[in-house]
């Protein structure tokens, strides 16, 4: 039964599952109903965790900065949603290791607080890379690695080799 699984190279090309298209390639999109509750973990990034800013019972505006990074490897985390800070705690993560998460009940209040715009195209470098930072954007990859610290390269040193 497992004989293939046990061979090498008897596992050529991968495996190709059924891609099942058919239960949904006619269907309309749908949006989906706002859920009552979120959970935002503070570890969502490749890193240390975010230091956390608000407490139970915050108010919380979709944009607003609810975690700043703490350390050089993180991100900040701003909120989804409008709603109130009801649990801070300790949850189990994908890997089953326990991390602070951030509990908010939804509503539909208040106006979003987003960043301020800038223009990109007067913009120096470090106003564009302060503004990733800040904005909190990281790769899509499954570390989500913070994109500030992939456009921030350490100086290249000279070597003192003479060859």
Do not use: C, W
């Not at 596992?11 to 509750?37: C, I, Q, T, W, Y």
């Amino acid at each position: 039964m497992f004989k293939s699984l046990v061979h090498p190279g008897s596992f050529k090309g991968g495996v190709h599952p059924a891609e099942a298209k058919e239960l949904s390639m006619d269907s309309p999109f749908e949006r989906m109903p706002n859920p009552k509750m979120i959970y935002l973990p503070l570890s969502q990034h490749a890193g240390k965790e975010s230091k956390l800013l608000v407490t139970k019972g915050s108010m919380a505006k979709k944009g607003e900065l609810l975690a700043e990074p703490d350390g050089f490897i993180s991100a900040p985390i701003h909120s989804p949603v409008n709603g109130t800070v009801t649990k801070i705690s300790k949850t189990a993560n994908l890997s089953g290791i326990p991390k602070s998460v951030i509990e908010i009940s939804v509503s539909e209040e208040s106006e979003p607080s987003y960043l301020e715009a800038i223009d990109y195209k007067t913009a120096n470098k470090t106003q564009l890379l302060d503004r990733i930072k800040d904005a909190g954007i990281v790769g899509m990859g499954g570390a989500a690695f913070p994109a500030f610290v992939k456009l921030s390269p350490l100086p290249v040193k000279k070597s003192t080799n003479s060859s």
